[in-house]
């Protein structure tokens, strides 16, 4: 009994701990004005209508999304192939992958943006390009990982001679029985990768900054002008995260029945 | 007319040769098995002879064509594995097809030649499931349909039924050969079960560290085994050094090779003509279902028999008995 009284009570800590800044940052953004009192003075849609008013916000999601998506799909046209090649047919490579996901780890985001500058700034190539590339290898590890993974759980090696035996070609066994089989895993590193460039702020505000407004630049704007939209912009990306993982964890799940 | 023809086949990975100049050569129809120890090479044959392993000497005739440099999808070939290897994503019906659609056949001869086979492994009912949703004994029989259906010149199959159990097994092993020998298939089976090997077979190869131990019907590896090794790996034979023979018989004229079998079914309760009588002393008296094995000993040596079971069976209270051998059944080995 004791014991169990203790760990509701440590698990209540933690999750208040975790929890009331983000049932803060979400009163704030409804409230009409908080300074002196404990509770908001009155509650009100202002502040999102403002920003989902400002056609600034409106862009900045769109280029958001454009980044994130492009360096995603990007990442499972040309990456999801090669690892699966590497892991067949050229296994000895894999060692390779495995050094350049560890790191991707090593390298910080803020030595990544200089090196970056230096080797790109006068090559007279867009720097939303250069940063897209630099997407493309951080999300390695989630695309490396899931991929890897997923070919391990159908038994990859055996389907394709299956197929292959059957009269298929490597490049059609691999379409119609390999990506489908490792779909849903994928998706789910996609997501992942996804959300997580959607947060990105380190490289693309050293890269790009007010050239290319995405949500996070355009949110560290806002934090110096008004606490409101501020909040009101973390709302509505925690919401798009909240649904995002729902959706990865839904398709986890039903991945786990299936096999 | 040899159909299939394999000569001086030779693989070897990271040094280590795993098949040694192999010659093999299978007629049109016919059902061959390989069979062996772990680790002897036989799944490495059947794949080079799939395409799936390029060997570094040697080749291999199909129907009379060099197919060495063919890739597997060109082979013509159909293989089984042992872990099925369906395609997860497609039902029954799917995974047959996919054969057929890759040889861009019309939808429907498609459906005919689909229907046909599911027919033939007795799958009718089932086109809609899922690998997932079948028992192993039926993943096994859409596999094999998955094979059949395109008309392979020959069939290969990787120890199609070593994941299931002891009935199922059997039942399959029928199936199995009575498909066979209706589609008049040439089908080359590998197993390390000597008992399915010889239920199964028109011809054996029996293998050791990628060597051929030795070839033939099924009744001549039983009844003539050529080596020491092909004795002790195919049945319970007696195997006896010469020392030994002619202490069991008392009798040293005429034996002169080092080693010798003998089957232990070769033992009879009532005389034979010509041959020899032994008596022993009973150590150990086991059931084995239909047969009772005695492990018997004479003069120091020890071997087993085995009989018929008799329901009047009253060696329980017996302390020796007394056998007969036919001369003939003492084999000489190299
Ligand atoms: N791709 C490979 N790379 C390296 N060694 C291999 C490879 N495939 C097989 N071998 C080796 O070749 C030998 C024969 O293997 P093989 O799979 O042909 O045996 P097997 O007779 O089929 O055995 P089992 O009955 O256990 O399936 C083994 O020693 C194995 O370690
Ligand atoms: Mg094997």
Redesign the pocket.
């Known amino acids: 009994m004791k014991k169990s009284f203790y760990h509701y009570i440590t698990i209540g800590i933690v999750v208040l701990y975790l929890l009331i800044p983000l049932l803060g940052t979400f009163l704030y953004s409804f409230a009409t004005s908080w300074h002196k009192t404990i509770l908001p003075e009155g509650l009100t849609f202002k502040w999102y209508i403002e920003l989902f008013g400002d056609i600034r916000f409106l862009e900045s999601l769109g280029r958001s999304l454009i980044l994130s998506l492009g360096a995603t799909i990007l990442t499972l046209i040309i990456m999801v192939p090669a690892i699966f090649s590497i892991i067949l047919y050229a296994p000895k490579l894999e060692k390779i992958v495995q050094s350049l996901v560890v790191m991707t780890y090593a390298m910080p985001g803020i030595i990544l943006a200089v090196g970056l500058i230096r080797a790109y700034s006068t090559s007279g190539v867009s720097m939303v390009l250069i940063t897209i590339g630099a997407y493309f290898v951080g999300i390695l590890p989630y695309m490396y990982q899931g991929t890897r993974n997923s070919l391990r759980n159908i038994n990859a090696e055996t389907l394709m001679e299956a197929a292959e035996i059957l009269g298929a070609s490597r490049y059609t066994a691999f379409i119609k029985v390999i990506v489908p089989n490792i779909m849903s895993g994928i998706l789910v590193s996609s997501l992942l990768s996804f959300s997580i460039l959607f947060g990105e702020f380190v490289l693309i505000n050293l890269l790009v900054g007010g050239h290319f407004e995405t949500v996070q630049i355009y949110l560290y704007q806002k934090l110096s002008q008004s606490g409101h939209i501020a909040s009101a912009i973390v709302v509505c990306y925690f919401i798009l995260i909240s649904i995002l993982s729902a959706v990865m964890i839904k398709m986890t799940r039903q991945k786990k029945e299936t096999i | 007319m040899s159909f299939l023809t394999i000569e001086k086949i030779k ?1 070897s ?2 040094n ?1 040769t ?2 040694h100049h192999l010659n093999l050569s299978i007629k049109e129809g016919e059902f061959v098995t ?1 069979l ?12 080079t002879i799939a395409g799936l ?1 390029h060997p570094d000497e040697g080749t291999i005739h199909i129907d009379g064509k060099n197919v060495t440099e063919v890739k597997p999808k060109d082979r013509q070939v159909g293989m089984v594995f ?1 872990s099925y290897a369906l395609f997860p994503n497609m039902t029954v019906q799917e995974n047959i097809e996919f054969g057929l659609k890759m040889k861009k056949l019309d939808k429907e001869s498609i459906k005919q030649n689909v229907a046909r086979v599911i027919e033939l492994v007795e799958l009718t009912g089932k086109e809609r499931s899922y690998p997932r949703e079948l028992s192993g004994g039926q993943q096994q029989r859409v596999a094999l349909a998955r094979s059949l259906v395109t008309q392979p010149k020959v069939l290969l199959l ?2 199609p039924l070593s994941a299931l159990d002891a009935q199922i097994r059997k039942n399959l092993q029928k199936q199995l050969r009575s498909i066979q020998q209706e589609l008049n298939m040439t089908t080359i089976l ?3 079960d000597q008992e399915e090997a010889m239920a199964v077979s028109d011809y054996i190869y029996i ?1 050791n560290k ?1 060597h051929i131990a030795q070839s033939g019907s099924p009744h001549e590896i039983y009844t003539r085994p050529a080596s020491e090794f092909v004795a002790r790996f195919i049945g319970n034979y007696n195997v006896l050094s010469r020392k030994e023979i002619s202490n069991l018989f008392n009798d040293d004229n005429g034996y002169t090779r080092d080693i010798y079998a003998i089957r232990p079914e070769a033992f009879s309760e009532a005389p034979v003509k010509d041959g020899y009588e032994i008596t022993g002393k009973i150590q150990k008296m086991t059931m084995l279902g239909n047969i009772t094995r005695y492990e018997l000993e004479v003069n120091n040596v020890c071997f087993i028999a085995d009989h018929l079971h008799k329901i009047e069976e009253d060696s329980q209270k017996r302390e020796t008995i007394t056998l007969y051998l036919n001369r003939k059944d003492v084999i000489s080995l190299t």
């Not at chain 2, 062996?36 to 794949?47: A, D, Q, V, Y």
Request: neutral net charge; contains cysteine; hydrophobic residues 30%.
């Open positions: 693989k990975f990271n280590e795993v098949l390989l062996g120890p772990s680790g002897c090479g036989k799944s490495t044959l059947l794949r392993i042992q990787d120890e590998v197993t390390h293998m990628g």
